[in-house]
């Protein structure tokens, strides 16, 4: 099936993007072309029908539901407050597969998990029928867990509301990823930045119940599949700085809340490596802090005139590929290890550590090591993004 081209204005219009690491226009074209869309307009009892053919389309998607617990009504795919089957029944996947392979596309959903009896999970992203390669895992604490390569890992952010509503956008672009979430106010957070994912040429749309032991207690307002703007659809287009090929004492400019991320070729053999950031000088400034020793552990420290505090510690295992980063948003602090094979580790693993020292600082900088990438990239994405943003869920 061809796919469906929606003018939202019916206007051909430019964003000039600066600052932000984009060189040029940030759009050239208000149309979007959707390789799938469903907004569940036609009530439907359970069982659901498999296939089915999304309205008003492009696209299709089968159902695994032995419980029957999913319906269409009100505009809305309901998930029941019932227990699933197990991994993966109920899912909705796409029919058709999609080239994430290359850069500029995004699946997109409108969700929400309304306030039910504390036990549920349901996962949503790009994969297969029954991993899902790239996306989030929402849980009954009203918290956001990043999934990759299959890992639902401890990776959260917490958002705070009785229902998470409502949008969010796992983008695939050329090298990289990015996951933007919007809050319940309507604000727009990117909550994940990635590179090196191994996507397939014919991976779908996938939602994905837990396990047995958790409901699918959700509701879905769409699933569209997107092809992007240009800048949304580059590793770089919407980073405020990065450097490649970054040797010692590369430094580079954050936003004050930012995500922050080192790419490395190999993990450290006895020592320690340290990434900078929110940074004033070497002596105030936070460190990620990558060791390798009988235990290998991803650290949070403060350094506070010279003085090096210990905030928060996890144990990691290393592997291929890997990447150190760090999350600042507001007052709360993450120190991330990723690896190769997609799993995520955090510290601290819950909810960020909580802290205001140089929350206001700009800078980041490779104390100690070495990267094929160093980059930053602001939580808050910049106006030409929002924009685009609110046109794919308009």
Known sequence: MLPIIHDNYGLAEQYRLSGYGLAGDFAGSMKIVYLLRDEFTTNEAAPLASPRTCEPGPGSFTFIDTNNLFSIAGGELVGEEALAAGVGDPSIVSVDGYDFTVGGTAVIWSHYMPQGAGNERIKY??????????????????????????????????VSGTELNKIAAVCRTGGGEFIFLQLPAGTWKLIWVGFGAAYSATSKAVVLAESASYSVYTKLTYIRIANLAAGLDTRYGIATDHQSSAGIGTEIAQSADAFVQAEIAANPSAASVNMAFRRTDDDNCWYARLTEGATDTIKLIERNGGVETERASTNVAFA???????????????????????QIYQAPVANGYTSAFNNTATSAKLVDLTADDFSSYSVDPPAAVIAELDRYTA
């Open 125 to 158: 992203g790009i994969g297969n029928g029954s991993v899902i390669t790239l996306g989030i895992r929402q849980t009954e604490t009203k918290g956001i867990n990043i999934v990759k390569g299959g890992y639902s890992n401890t990776f959260a952010i917490a």
């Open 320 to 342: 291929g590929n890997p990447g150190i980063a760090a999350l600042c948003k507001g007052n709360s602090i993450w120190a991330i290890y990723h690896r190769g094979n997609g």
